[in-house]
């Protein structure tokens, strides 16, 4: 969800990922396990799994930002509550790529931890990954976690695209305003943050439910199982559980993401304004009235 760069991505998610998801915790907090890996494994293993998401994450932003922009179309007014709904639609529809892309990420991490080496590889790249869990488990096995997936992108978008309908118009960002770029920007890095604190206890979930068979044995019979379980073992932190490092990820990704995306559409939707020139459009049309025209709500 919402990890547009699948470089920086992949680095955050992993120590994320193993911070959420032992057991017996490792690590003492987001550096202290940044730090065992690179020393443990060397910088390489900062990078595993990082096929998955270079193979999805394309395919990804390609839905949710064009179903989100025609559900706004369809919806034909740009309020609150349409914008809510698009992005809800669009996390919902891309959550058929975005489960089997995490499960083979999950997987691929958690493979040979704490090695330098791994002495016996179990699966050669995400593809293989999930082709070998599709053979022992079939289709169900590679959609491990899907329930927990929608119920974290489907507000998860819903949310992310309110916040930045909201901060843009509240902040002013027209198209002649010198300061757009860091308005923008800002209020990406904001939409994101806002995104994963509201469902990241969710994920914590999902993240455990993909990692859970690992090495052989499942320790879960269910969301509900998992979720009794780890609030037995750990209490209410433990739906915060690498939270540092997701909003590390979270400000940077999304603000360069959400500032790049609207830019682009500002400029290339009206041929007759050179890029350079930065002309505002006309009034009924500006980037905080009508996001037909500029803002990635009508992607």
Not at 27 to 33: Q, S
Not at 128 to 157: A, H, S
Not at 234 to 255: M, Q
Request: charged share 20%; aromatic share 10%.
């Amino acid at each position: 969800m919402r990890d547009i760069q699948p470089l920086h991505g992949c680095v955050t998610w992993l120590v994320r990922l193993q911070v959420q998801s032992v057991d017996r915790p490792l690590y003492r907090g987001t550096y202290h396990c940044f730090q065992s890996i690179v020393r443990q494994e060397s910088m390489t293993g900062l990078y595993k799994g990082i096929g998955s998401p270079m193979m999805g994450l394309t395919f990804i932003n390609a839905i949710v930002f064009g179903v989100q922009g025609n559900a706004m179309r369809r919806l034909g007014y740009d309020t609150p509550l349409n914008q809510f709904l698009a992005g809800a639609s669009a996390g919902a529809l891309q959550s058929v790529i975005c489960c089997p892309m995490e499960l083979a990420k999950t997987r691929m991490q958690l493979q040979g931890l704490g090695e330098r080496k791994s002495k016996q590889k179990l699966y050669k790249n995400s593809l293989d990954c999930l082709v070998r869990i599709y053979r022992k488990e079939g289709f169900r096995g590679i959609n491990r976690g899907m329930v927990t997936t929608l119920v974290r992108e489907t507000p998860g978008f819903g949310i992310y695209f309110l916040t930045y309908d909201v901060l843009t118009r509240s902040l002013g960002c027209e198209p002649d305003d010198p300061y757009m770029i860091l308005k923008l920007l800002f209020a990406g890095g904001m939409s994101g943050i806002a995104s994963w604190i509201s469902t990241y206890p969710v994920d914590v979930i999902k993240s455990r439910l993909q990692a859970d068979g690992v090495g052989g044995q499942n320790k879960y019979n269910g969301i509900a199982d998992c979720v009794r379980q780890s609030l037995k073992r750990e209490g209410w932190r433990v739906f915060t559980h690498g939270l540092t490092s997701t909003l590390l990820r979270a400000f940077p990704v999304n603000a360069t993401t959400f500032a790049t995306v609207t830019l682009f559409l500002m400029y290339m939707r009206d041929d007759e304004v050179a890029v350079k020139d930065c002309e505002p459009q006309p009034a009924h049309s500006s980037l905080t009235v009508s996001p037909q025209q500029a803002q990635p709500s009508s992607l």
